[in-house]
């Protein structure tokens, strides 16, 4: 069955730290792997991946996977109080197993 | 430009009612997917619509069912309420459909918190 697991559960930093989230993944057929901020109600659409090594980049943060050792990295620098949202990984597969499986998400909480 | 709505944004029904959701799209956008999130569970796929055509289905029962119209608009039907279907329900449209690029730019709407009584 596939799975997406991300660490850890719930993150507090402070202003001006660099946080970095996890995400670890199984799943058949892989196609590419999301991550969404959520923040109240709706998530928000952050990156995609699909392709090892190659780093995605907007602003303070960035995202890069590893199809090899089945995970990706979150990375938030200098954060500030408005990044205070849950997290989630997802990932979708292909040719049959192409449903969206996410993970529980990190909730993250950056105090001024 | 309008974002994706949903209607009813709360609602209460008893255990063995049935509920229907409905779901507007972003102008343009063919694809609409639904989840279901709960504390327990998290966020899980419930099934993905393009051109009125339902394309892949998450694990939920058979109680679970749902629609799209021509105007890309979408319904989601709970049959037999059970105490466990207490979520928030979301509801997210895309450009395209699963596959390309166009469809994980999905946006989301701000959902429907169900409670079962």
């Known amino acids: 069955e596939d799975k997406v697991v991300q660490s850890p559960l719930s993150l507090v930093v402070h202003e001006g730290d660099t946080v970095t989230l996890n995400c670890s993944y199984e799943?058949?057929?892989?196609?590419?792997l999301l991550w969404y901020k959520q923040e109240k109600k709706a998530p928000t659409f952050l990156f995609m991946l699909t392709s090892s090594g190659i780093e995605k980049k907007s602003g303070r943060l960035s995202s890069i996977l590893d199809k090899k050792e089945l995970f990706s990295i979150l990375n938030i620098t200098a954060t500030q109080t408005g990044d205070s949202a849950v997290y989630l990984c997802?990932?979708?597969?292909?040719?049959?197993?192409?449903?969206?499986?996410f993970g529980k998400g990190t909730k993250l909480t950056v105090n001024p | 430009k309008a974002g994706v709505t949903q209607t009813p944004r709360y609602l209460i029904k008893t255990r063995g009612q049935q509920v229907t959701l409905s779901c507007s799209p972003i102008?343009?956008?063919?694809?609409v997917s639904w989840y279901q999130q709960t504390p327990g569970q998290g966020l899980q796929f419930l099934f993905e619509y393009f051109s009125e055509t339902q394309r892949n289905k998450g694990n939920f029962p058979g109680r679970f069912s749902g629609r799209q119209f021509s105007n890309s608009r979408s319904e989601m039907n709970v049959s037999t309420l059970e105490l466990g279907d207490s979520a928030l329900y979301l509801c997210?449209?895309?450009?395209?459909?699963?596959?390309?690029?166009?469809?994980?730019?999905?946006?989301f709407g701000p959902g429907t918190r169900l409670t079962v009584l």
């Open positions: 102008s343009g956008h063919r694809s």
């Open positions: 997210a449209s895309s450009l395209g459909a699963r596959g390309r690029e166009s469809y994980n730019e999905q946006f």
């Open positions: 799943v058949t057929n892989f196609r590419s």
């Open positions: 997802a990932v979708e597969g292909q040719g049959g197993s192409e449903k969206l499986v």
